[in-house]
Nanobody, 124 residues
Framework: QVQLVESGGGLVQAGGSLRLSCAASGGRFSSYAMGWFRQAPGRERSFVARISWSGGRTYYADSAEGRFTISRDNAKNTVYLQMNSLKPEDTAAYYC?????????????????WGQGTQVTVSS
C-alpha cells in the first residue's frame, strides 16, 4: 500500500506562486506514475498534470500548460507541482495520486492511491 501526503497549499493572491509537495511512503515510489488532480466545490475532480515513473514524460491539462510544472525526486519519494501565475479559477483542493501504470493517465479512474488533498485558494 502506498500512502500519500500533500502539503504546500494555502492562500495566495492572483499572479502568485505555490509549490505543492506530495510525500509517498509504504511502496516503491519509483515504480509509480504520479498525477495531480484538483476539485473545486460542486465540480468533478479534474486532471492537472502527470509524470511518468522515471520523470521523463510529463503531460498537462490545457489550463495548467505553461504555468504549472510537475516534477519528482525518486530519492526523496516526493512529487511536486510548481504553480505560477495563479488565477482565482485555480482555487480548489489539490490531490496527488499514484498509478501502477508507468506513464499515468488523465483519468482519475486509472489511479490506485490518493492523498487527502491540500487546499489552494487564489484571491483576486
Amino acid at each position: 500500500q502506498v500512502q500519500l501526503v500533500e502539503s504546500g497549499g494555502g492562500l495566495v493572491q492572483a499572479g502568485g506562486s505555490l509549490r505543492l509537495s506530495c510525500a509517498a511512503s509504504g511502496g516503491r515510489f519509483s515504480s509509480y506514475a504520479m498525477g495531480w488532480f484538483r476539485q473545486a466545490p460542486g465540480r468533478e475532480r479534474s486532471f492537472v498534470a502527470r509524470i511518468s515513473w522515471s520523470g521523463g514524460r510529463t503531460y498537462y491539462a490545457d489550463s495548467a500548460e505553461g504555468r504549472f510544472t510537475i516534477s519528482r525526486d525518486n530519492a526523496k519519494n516526493t512529487v511536486y507541482l510548481q504553480m505560477n501565475s495563479l488565477k482565482p479559477e485555480d482555487t480548489a483542493a489539490y490531490y496527488c495520486a499514484a498509478s501502477r501504470g508507468r506513464f499515468g493517465s488523465t483519468s482519475y479512474r486509472d489511479y490506485d492511491y490518493w492523498g487527502q488533498g491540500t487546499q489552494v485558494t487564489v484571491s483576486s
